[in-house]
């Protein structure tokens, strides 16, 4: 019997998962630290949620081991589910119930006096800012509201470790950024988080180590700085003058530098992989030959849109050709 290592929280080995003839889950191998964010970060389809099910023992593994504080998450499944929580991508909340009046059910369910789950109800609903709604039905929250509420209910007994599967989708920035708080808070308290989310951005901000996942595999694991770091040494960042000018912009990039460029959300900007500051200089002087005018431009480290596009060969966003492994994803959830 392999004796578990007291400083990890989750040390899963080959979990595999099919559903009919599509593996939503490849051989992936992970290890989390206690009391860190750990980001599982992949498009759709690319098997997050069908790994976090099985390490919270809603699935059970085809293949492969796994153990979740200390605990074999098949054969002592009642011992995970006790020390962990597991907020989906769906709030789990009773629209018909108040704010309030869920918390209280939910404490009194998992075995909490009546006074102490009304106390931790209202502590929940201050901490969240969710106490002015606390008497409104939660079918007449906002989204943001109901994630919140929906985080709470997980914490009513504050878990050792809290599976999130994106917990920010659909939230505008105001609502992310509250929801990315509440994550830190927790794990400034000693909860271990395993994140997974599509947002390269909140795995940034969050996670002290991220996997990479993608077709069910895990294709890249480290820092968010050593992912940045295995694209190479810099990213040309620019911004046009004119946006008309992006895809001259592009093609003259990409034949300078041999390298695809990523173009970002701002209509006026884009960025290429760069070797150094030499090259990143004969590409802008391409720029200023072909008439192309910019607005600025920056030399830094590539973001983790530019790791997820140079490891997998595409944006990390829905692939066409993941369509079934998604299938999958969701007869899962």
């Known amino acids: 019997m392999v004796t578990p290592d007291p400083t990890l929280a989750i040390e899963a080995s080959g979990l595999v998962k099919a559903f009919g003839p599509t593996r939503a889950v490849d051989g992936v ?42 605990h074999d998450v098949v054969d ?24 309030r009046e869920n918390l209280v ?50 914490i009513v007994v504050t878990p050792r470790l809290m599976f999130l599967d994106e917990p920010t989708t659909g939230l505008d920035p105001r609502s992310r950024n509250q929801v990315w708080e509440i994550v830190r808070t927790l794990v400034a308290g000693g909860t271990t988080v395993l994140l997974c989310t599509q947002y390269l951005d909140e795995a940034d901000q969050l996670a002290g180590r991220i996997a990479v996942i993608d077709r ?16 190479g040494q810099g990213a040309l960042h620019v911004r046009l003058l004119d946006p008309e000018q992006r895809a001259d912009a592009e093609r003259t990039l990409s034949r300078t530098l041999d390298a695809a460029p990523h173009v970002d959300a701002d209509p006026a900007a884009l960025s290429a992989p760069v070797a150094g500051a030499e090259q990143a200089s004969e590409a802008l002087a391409e720029l200023s ?27 990390a966003e829905e692939p066409a050709s993941d369509l079934a492994s998604a299938a999958a994803e969701e007869q899962a959830a």
Do not use: C, W
């Open 29 to 70: 191998d992970l290890a989390v630290s206690s009391g860190t964010v750990y980001g599982v970060l992949g498009p759709n389809g690319a098997g997050k949620t069908t790994t976090i099910r099985m390490l919270a023992t809603l699935l059970r593994p085809d293949a492969g081991s796994a153990r979740v504080l200390g």
């Open 76 to 99: 002592e499944a009642d011992a995970v589910r006790a020390l962990v929580s597991l907020t989906g991508q769906l709030a789990s909340v009773d629209e018909d119930l108040t704010g």
């Open 105 to 154: 059910l939910i404490g009194r369910l998992l075995g909490v006096r009546r006074a102490k789950a009304k106390a931790r109800a209202t502590e929940l609903l201050e901490a969240f800012g969710l106490i002015e709604a606390a008497g409104r039905q939660v079918k007449n929250y906002s989204g943001g509201m109901r994630r919140r509420l929906d985080i709470a209910a997980s």
């Open 216 to 231: 069910g595999r895990v294709i890249a694991e480290g820092t968010p700085a050593e992912l940045k770091a295995s694209v």
């Open 289 to 315: 030959r072909a008439g192309i005018a910019l607005a600025n431009f920056s030399l830094g480290q590539p973001s983790l849109d530019e790791v997820f596009l140079s490891l997998t060969g595409h944006p």
